[in-house]
């Protein structure tokens, strides 16, 4: 290895890194999502009749712009196979805002569309806002009754035994279906050539899943006929029962759950209860919406959320590998998250743990109901390494609540403790299999990790039994899932760095077969990369056509956990890193780095690319340095 060259690139990484940090300290990167996010943008302002001309435009062409040329489609990330329910939302995002259906490009996309069983085979979500749009009849959508907030606890679906996500979705979902919402649609734009069957005609909206889905959608459908028969008094309950909810979690600038799909279905549940337009909340509600917005000049986007403590811990956790570099920026960074911290304030998880003190970070600015478990272990885990005496009270409420919030198998999910009510999964309403928030290993090894590096005697127990669940977890081939990340490469580097923080000794026999697995996947470029692909077909772990920087970092960063730093394979990634860096000092490429839900929804963390690569070299030459001449 050059070490010259070593030297200047991690330097020039580390200053283009440096270079965006806000003045207040923390970092924030983009955030992109599929179409389904812009698309719903343009449809949310057709739907409330408040269409702003000029982003209207901007916004189409950047979806016009991500349809693939090899299909005609959308996917769900770039480079993927064509999604049936994104290209729906994008064909009727470009018509509404005045795409003629002739077009060349809508052409192609209506064809793909009818080729795949058209719109009547989109998913749930898509055709609930299909039905607002009057393109299908009610009957074609799930019964999402607003008395759901009504039920008892102990009822098979209670909105505490879903996600977070789901939670702040359906409930002013329900409001929308329960008073059968209508979009305004001002320029009465529909899309009836994307049916194969007229929609009032067509019988079959809901293909049965597995057997136990066929009787859930036999008890939905009964109880769907009952609807009219439900008292008024209750309705009028269960309505202000929502609304309240609602109300209450509004969040601010951050919006209702601080993600897009839930800060729309609040703006729209407003209106519909009568709020005027002017009414601080909806005022509220559109200003959230507004921030999410990307505008690169010609051509704007929307986030699906935004990732401030995210970019930021881990930016500060690639630093913090060489203690030799300044680590005033750092401090600044960290000093810009503590008082992010949620403590005291009324939020969901309460329910079930009703005697822990707080003591959590989300991963927006703002979102105090929901604070997450891998960015409160990252963050606390950056305050140790920084200072533990200057940050203990913070280190202290985050460790002993990351505790209390472990699920009974071992494992930590991302917002809640057992949330594993997998039958809801088999709802009608569920066709995206994602309703819910189970123990998953990328999280449960931040979690294990930073409680091992605090190393208090309180949490010896939850350390030993989340990293049995870890162990547990480790697949045949030796790497291990990724919930958060793409996929097994990412939840490989999370598990083998809470070894590293936990010392658990590298000969471990499940270390060094995750140690071959990693090796053996990587390209003969000396990269690593894996396709989102690989949440639909397992056999294709670690594998994709092309490397990334960020695969190869997160491989990198696994392989000198496990004490492999001298190793050819190591020094040929360090390698592939150094030959891709741009010429600003960072690494661009068009890959999407995560599941939002596999298989369902992908994301692509701008800051993927620079952090990541700048950890990998960054440990990389802390350690070189420490061998003796």
């Not at 979705?169 to 194969?196: D, W």
């Not at 819910?436 to 990328?442: F, K, M, Y």
Request: one cysteine or more.
């Amino acid at each position: 290895m050059d070490e010259k060259m070593l030297r200047a690139g991690l330097q020039a990484a580390r200053d283009a890194l440096l270079a965006q940090q806000k003045e207040d300290g923390h970092w924030c990167f983009p955030l992109e999502a599929d179409c389904t996010i812009p698309a719903e943008y343009i449809l949310m302002m057709h739907f409330m009749d408040e269409v702003d001309p000029g982003l209207e435009v901007r916004i189409a062409r950047f979806i016009r712009e991500k349809q693939d040329a090899a299909h005609g489609g959308w996917p769900l990330y770039y480079g993927g196979e064509f999604d049936l329910s994104c290209s729906v939302k994008a064909y009727y995002a470009l018509k509404i805002a005045g795409d003629s259906p002739d077009a060349p490009h809508m052409v192609r996309a209506r064809a793909a569309i009818l080729k795949h069983g058209g719109a009547a085979r989109a998913n749930v979500f898509t055709r609930l806002l299909l039905a607002m749009y009057d393109q299908l009849p009610w009957r074609g959508v799930p019964f999402v009754p607003v008395e759901i907030i009504l039920f008892p606890k102990w009822f098979p679906f209670h909105t505490s035994k879903v996600a977070y996500w789901s939670r702040t979705v359906m409930v002013p979902l329900s409001i929308l279906c329960s008073l059968r919402a209508r979009a305004a649609n001002p320029r009465k734009v529909g899309i009836q050539e994307l049916f194969t069957v007229p929609p009032e005609e067509e019988r079959n909206y809901f293909p049965v899943r597995t057997a136990l889905n066929r009787v859930f959608l036999l008890i939905e459908r009964t109880l769907s006929l009952l609807e009219p028969f439900i008292p008024k008094g209750v309705r009028r309950l269960a309505l202000r029962r929502a609304e309240s909810w609602i109300v209450e979690r509004l969040n601010g600038d951050s919006g209702l759950g601080a993600i897009f799909p839930a800060m729309v279905n609040a703006s729209e549940a407003l209106a519909l209860l009568g709020y005027p337009y002017d009414h601080p909340a909806r005022v509220q509600c559109r200003k959230a919406l507004r921030l999410l917005l990307v505008d690169e000049g010609e051509r704007t986007w929307c986030q699906p959320c935004v990732s401030p403590v995210w970019d930021t811990v881990l930016t500060c956790l690639a630093f913090q590998e060489d203690t030799e570099v300044d680590q005033k920026p750092i401090r600044k960074a960290l000093d810009w998250l503590v008082p992010c911290q949620v403590l005291d304030a009324p939020a969901d998880w309460q329910e079930d743990h009703p005697g822990l003190p707080g003591g959590g970070w989300a991963f927006q600015y703002a979102n105090p109901h929901y604070p997450d478990l891998d960015d409160t272990a990252a963050v606390a885990w950056a305050l140790y390494q920084a200072d533990p005496k200057a940050y203990q009270e913070s280190i202290s409420r985050a460790a002993d609540w990351l505790a209390g919030m472990q699920s009974s198998n071992g494992g930590f999910a991302a917002f809640d403790s057992d949330n594993t009510y997998y039958y809801l999964n088999e709802i009608p309403f569920a066709d995206h299999g994602a309703l819910l928030d189970p123990p998953t290993s990328d999280v449960s090894a931040r979690c294990a990790g930073f409680l091992a590096l605090y190393g208090q005697s309180r949490h010896e127990q939850a350390l030993e039994r989340s990293l049995a669940y870890l162990f547990n977890e480790q697949e045949a081939s030796g790497a291990w899932f990724g919930r958060w990340g793409s996929n097994y490469i990412y939840g490989t580097w999370s598990v083998l760095e809470a070894f590293r923080l936990a010392g658990i000794d590298i000969g471990h026999p499940a270390i060094r077969r995750a140690v071959h697995w990693l090796k053996s996947v990587q390209r003969e470029d000396g990269g690593w990369g894996e396709s989102n692909d690989s949440y639909l077909s397992p056999q294709q772990a670690g594998q994709f056509h092309t490397s990334t920087s960020f695969h190869t970092a997160w491989a990198l960063l696994a392989l000198m956990g496990a004490g492999e730093w001298r190793s050819h394979e190591v020094h040929r990634g360090i390698a592939y890193l150094l030959r891709e860096q741009g010429s600003d000092g960072l690494w661009h490429e068009p890959w999407f780095t995560a599941p939002g839900f596999p298989r369902v929804f992908y994301l692509k963390y701008y800051g993927y690319t620079k952090y990541f690569p700048v950890w990998a070299l960054t440990r990389f030459h802390a350690l070189n340095r420490k061998l003796p001449a």
